[in-house]
């Protein structure tokens, strides 16, 4: 009950802010952007079609055809999201008026860090905005000498001239821009709530940091030989996945017991197999 009270608080938010960073700064100043919606804000651009219904009706195909790529769960969260955020958009768009910002490039940053924040929520509750990767993924299916990379490229090259050709070349550079400073944000919302931390400790008696680290931290250890090259000194290597928030505790428990071992520490951004995640994943 807990997670899913989180996951629709998260959902929430991420509608709301991805809402208002398409109707307050995209809109208004005239930003491009990628995928499904850099398309529907081309139409209303061309032919005054709403950019929420745009949205839905390009992006019900594709879940439909990518239903087997994405799950049921993921579908459903997604089309739900889709659709709340675009019956969201098109409201706001109607019922106010949102004066551009007069400058491109503060508005640009700020749509950055909203769309960044707001799709890194979205992500942590288990769903997306959908768009173009679901379309990128049913042709790589479809043909499979064709790489998903050189798919997405081309799909996103395609979406930005159509959106140069109807919002004009300066919308471009800006969505450039934006989606450089929203792919930063998502990594640094990620780093934030998300981070796990990969621990290599060597150290000459493993046996109580071990025993510390299974008992305060309750991670498992894996434990390996090594040798020293200089010295050619027997070591234990002790290697150990931790949430950040237990980075200080395990330093504690390592000075505490054994000051002189070595600790090196690097970021994991993705983990597979009997791990448990005590925090925000995205």
Known sequence: MKKTLREIGFMIIGVLLFSLYVSVFLVPNKIGTGGITGISLGLNALYNFPIGICTLLLNIPLFIFG????????????LLIVASSSFLIDFLNINFYFNPLGDSLTSTIF????????????????A??????I?????????????????????????YIFVAITLGPKSVMYALIMSFIRSKTIDTVQE??????????????????????????GRGVTLLNAEGCYSHTARKFIYVVIQKGQLKALKNIVNSLDPKAFVTVSSVKDIQGNFKQKSLSI
């Open 192 to 217: 934030g709530v998300a981070s796990s931390r990969q621990c290599i400790i060597i150290c000459e008696n493993p046996a109580k940091i071990i025993e510390a680290i299974e008992i305060n931290l």
């Open 128 to 133: 997306s905005t959908g768009g173009l990767d």
């Open 135 to 159: 379309s990128g993924k049913i042709i790589n299916n479809k043909f499979k000498a064709l790489e998903l990379s050189k798919i997405l490229l081309v799909q996103d090259m395609i979406v």
């Open 111 to 126: 749509a950055g860090v909203i769309s960044g924040i707001a799709m890194a929520l979205l992500f942590m509750a288990g």
């Open 67 to 78: 239903y087997n790529f994405l799950g049921r769960n993921f579908v459903l969260k997604s």
